[in-house]
């Protein structure tokens, strides 16, 4: 059974574009029927409900090409959307507009290495909308354990960092986000190289990991448990399967590039690691479960709900 794309856990996201999609259809109508006397004019898109002040929206628009994401980029963001991060975060990587009046610029950009660290500060309009893992349709996170992954769901963060990870260059940039009176805002950037991460062990594993398609890092048979691959996916059973069939559970096997969102939770030198892949249009999940023993990590279990 081969998934090929997945479910990013947002309040609310499926109702959201439910009503995103039927927007698009009733705009259609009201174009067609207005052809028969005037045409369809364009109008002023509509200011972000986000009591800040927002520029109109410049060339970078284009970059949401389509549909729904244009719809998305010009629908205020709900209030209600500050209360979770990940709610905030769906809003800030699918509209221009809320991306950079949460941005605080002039943006400072540290660069941060064995020997040195140095700063310079991003201007307004030297900034340009970053999707994020919105183009992949899907994204990961690092966890030490399960209890975590609870740490998405908490109302009472006010840090939290995104993580792009270069695997190949051994480079993580790191979007630090504040809630200072109750509202998201990115502050400041920060590279760093793997040496330099919490994670620097399991990091530098994935690079050889994902690069060799994980041959001979992977017990072989392979725990799984999650949807029947040979019957009924609704039916979730626990059973082994042949290591080569691991990255069939994946939306695809990263070459270069992951995410990790960092909600607060603290990473230990534990010998444990749950690469959690999520997704963007549906309610799939699989979790790669590593063991270190040594300096050597093992992929031991696979989950697929």
């Avoid at 389509?66 to 699918?94: C, G, H, S, V, Y």
């Avoid at 030297?126 to 740490?151: C, H, S, V």
Wanted: net charge neutral; charged share 25%.
């Amino acid at each position: 059974m081969h998934f090929n794309s997945f479910a990013l856990p947002l309040r609310h996201i499926y109702e959201y574009e439910r009503i995103m999609r039927k927007s698009v259809y009733i705009v259609f109508a009201l174009c067609v029927s207005m052809m028969f006397f005037d045409g369809c004019k364009s109008e002023k898109a509509t200011p972000v409900d986000d009591s800040t002040t927002v520029d109109s929206l410049d060339s970078d628009t284009s970059a949401d090409s389509d549909t729904m994401a244009e719809i998305i980029a010009e629908t205020p963001m709900p209030k209600a959307a500050d209360q979770l991060f990940d709610d905030f975060f769906f809003n800030f990587i699918a509209s221009p507009k809320v991306q950079k009046a949460r941005t605080d610029f002039p943006l400072p950009i540290t660069t941060i290495t064995d020997r040195q660290q140095h700063t310079v500060q991003l201007q307004k309009k030297q900034w340009k909308m970053d999707k994020f893992f919105r183009p992949q349709g899907y994204y990961t996170l690092i966890f030490d354990n399960e209890k975590q992954m609870d740490a998405s769901k908490s109302t009472k963060i006010d840090t939290v960092v995104v993580e792009r990870i270069h695997l190949a260059e051994g480079k993580v940039e790191q979007f630090c986000f504040d809630h200072p009176n109750g509202k998201w805002r990115l502050n400041q950037v920060r590279n760093i190289d793997f040496s330099t991460s919490k994670n620097a062990s399991f990091l530098k594993f994935l690079q050889k990991f994902f690069a060799a398609d994980g041959r001979g890092m992977i017990k072989d048979p392979l725990p799984y448990r999650g949807a029947d691959p040979n019957g009924e996916e609704t039916n979730i059973i626990s059973t082994k399967i042949p290591a080569s069939d691991w990255s069939s559970f994946l939306p695809q096997v990263p070459k270069d590039v992951i995410y990790n969102i960092i909600y607060g939770q603290k990473y230990g030198e534990g010998n444990r690691k749950i690469l959690d892949f999520k997704g963007l249009s549906n309610g799939l999940e699989t979790q790669l479960i590593f063991n270190r023993h040594g300096n050597s990590w093992r992929l031991v279990k696979l989950n697929a709900y």
